[in-house]
């Protein structure tokens, strides 16, 4: 338990979608360690079906983004500004707009965009989101307390857009085996992609150059993608049924996700634009090599040489593949054990919470002493 004031932790996000899994559980990961420290975790949600979350934490479903709606919910659930924060989580919709309306009413903000701003989401719909930006959603997000980015990329670039504001660096984590348990080698090698099937997450460039490399159809190598889809299914299976080691699984999770992550040698992902990939941290923590593009905005995969580097595009792609085809055991099964040190040093949930839990009580001690000098 602690002795601060810090009570509530509300979680705006835009939907529970499978396919928005990458914002929402990052959002709620550290929540159990949290409550062992007292404090509550709530996710706050437009109203959907089919809605599953971990128990440690409470779902809020609201009936709409209005005004309205908020001052009921903060009267329902009885929301206190001395001792609750409110998060905010993407950019564009309800969250951010609630966030600024929170602020005004005397709350703690902070805003949370996951990349959303990035150069590569920006460029799409790019008048729009760039007219929508600079009149609404700037103005309400630099009403923010801190901005949280979540890689050092992204702090850099917020850093130009919001000049005003206190940016901070804390990452998603991913929950961490003690130990690690060493991989007995297995066929064939297991080449991974976790994500969901988005244009930007690179799918058709991996899937295309996999279909032009040697390692097509050979049954020592074996590429498996996993994830919901989001427009790109219909090519895929267009472009794999004729090709015998390649495997699309759906949607993964529980035992079945640590499986496929367990034997994964490598994990692909050829994105255009990430935010910060837990999906990678969760691969990593198993083992798996990352190759990756350095628009997944984690460069220390380069710096500490723990993986390799890709573009988005098929030839490059297939040089790289055909390279690690050839990997020696030996220094596989090291690059594995060095993956998951890097992350268990790093970027474990309980590490994570102790960053968000200083940031948070931070920010309210700061909120207390300014009030507590205000002139009477």
């Known amino acids: 338990m602690h002795d601060g004031p810090l009570k509530r932790i509300i979680h705006l996000v835009d939907n529970l979608e499978m396919v928005n899994i990458g914002v929402w559980n990052a959002a709620i990961s550290t929540s159990s360690i949290l409550a062992k420290k007292g404090i509550v975790s709530e996710i706050w949600y437009p109203a959907v079906k089919h809605v599953s979350l971990q128990s440690s934490i409470a779902g809020i479903a609201l009936e709409s983004s209005s005004y309205s709606e908020l001052d009921k919910q903060i009267k329902q659930q009885q929301l206190n500004s001395q001792t609750d924060i409110i998060i905010t989580h993407g950019c564009w919709r309800y969250p951010t707009k609630w966030g600024a309306r929170l602020k005004q009413n005397g709350f703690t903000f902070i805003y949370t965009p996951h990349g959303m701003l990035e150069p590569w989401p920006m460029r799409h719909k790019f008048l729009k989101k760039k007219l929508y930006f600079k009149l609404k959603e700037q103005q309400m997000a630099a009403l923010a307390d801190t901005i949280r980015a979540v890689s050092k990329p992204e702090k850099d670039r917020l850093s130009h857009l919001f000049k005003h ?59 498996q993608i996993a994830g919901p889809d989001e427009g790109e299914l219909p090519v895929l299976q ?50 798996a090599i990352p190759v990756i593009t350095k ?21 490059d792609i297939k040089n790289v593949l055909e390279a690690l085809a050839g990997q020696d055991e030996k220094l596989l099964k090291a690059k594995y054990e060095k993956c998951y040190r890097f992350i268990k040093a790093n970027y474990t949930l309980e590490h994570i919470a102790e960053l968000q839990f200083d940031l948070y009580t931070s920010l309210l001690n700061r909120k207390s002493s300014a009030q507590h000098w205000l002139p009477q």
């Open 165 to 223: 504001n206190s940016i901070v660096h804390i990452p998603n984590g991913v929950i961490c085996a003690p130990v690690f348990i060493n991989r007995k080698s297995t066929l064939p090698l297991n080449f991974v992609f976790m994500a969901r099937l988005h244009h930007k997450k690179g799918i058709i460039p991996l899937v295309k150059a996999w279909i032009q490399s040697f390692l097509a159809n050979n049954q020592a190598y074996r590429l």
């Open 238 to 287: 267009s472009l794999i049924k004729d090709v015998s080691n390649i495997e699309y699984l759906g949607v993964v999770s529980g035992a079945a996700k640590e499986e496929l992550l367990s034997r994964a040698s490598y994990y692909v992902l050829p994105s255009f634009s990430e935010g910060f990939p837990t999906s990678l941290l969760e691969a990593m923590e198993k083992g």
């Open 295 to 315: 628009d997944c905005n984690f460069n220390e995969i380069f710096d500490e040489e723990l993986g390799y580097k890709i573009t988005t595009g098929p030839s």
